[in-house]
């Protein structure tokens, strides 16, 4: 629905920027009326879909909407949600905030943050297809700037990535029979995973 949208219109009076912290409050259950928060699996689904819609609209220096708060609440959904298809949502966004963040220092903490909760999706989630998400999330946010390799050294991003490649691969193949349309984004991670660890080796990551 976002995308059918005027983006000239939704930029006037920072109108994405309310609608995000709008469709944040809805997913954090504060809505207005101060009824009880829905917890169940489509309309969680539904709002953390439009929200990662609005990030994706919004231009790098805008993200800046999102707080310090914000991403804490979204890193622990990240760790908590019962729902794959959540938890997939999440690790868009923060993929969004984290490659934004790279690019407008100083963000060292926001940063440090948001890459060690990607770094734990990509290695324990139980759904490959989140997984797959989270690896792609880390590929873009660590893909380009010094910061990004000053963090990525920070967290043991190379050690961590290695790690994860024999058990991806050992995942993939007990788990393909069941992957069904996911399989092309899990394969297409698994690949890119082979490529970023050589790129953070020629980037001098031990």
Known sequence: MLSCLNTEVLYSGDALSNLWCLLFQ???????????????????????????SVLQRLKDG???CVSSEQIEQ?????????????????????GIIGT?????????DGLTVIGTTLLSAASGDCDLWVVAEALDAIFDMFGDGD???????????????????????????????HLGSRMP??????DNLHRFIRYLKKEGQT
């Open 147 to 177: 910061q990004a390799m000053i963090i990525a050294n920070k967290i043991s991003l190379l050690q961590t990535l290695e790690q994860i490649k024999p058990t991806l691969r050992k995942r993939i193949r007990s788990d393909k029979k």
């Open 74 to 94: 979204l890193c622990s959904v990240c760790h908590s949600s019962g729902f794959s298809s959540v938890r997939a949502n999440v690790v868009g966004m923060l």
């Open 100 to 108: 934004a963040m790279s690019q407008h220092p100083p963000s060292a």
């Open 185 to 190: 984004v899990v394969d297409m991670a698994r």
């Open 62 to 64: 805008r993200v800046q």
């Open 26 to 52: 809805l997913a954090a259950g504060n809505t207005s009326g101060g009824g009880p928060a829905r917890a169940d699996e489509e309309f969680l689904e539904a709002i953390t879909g439009a929200m990662r």
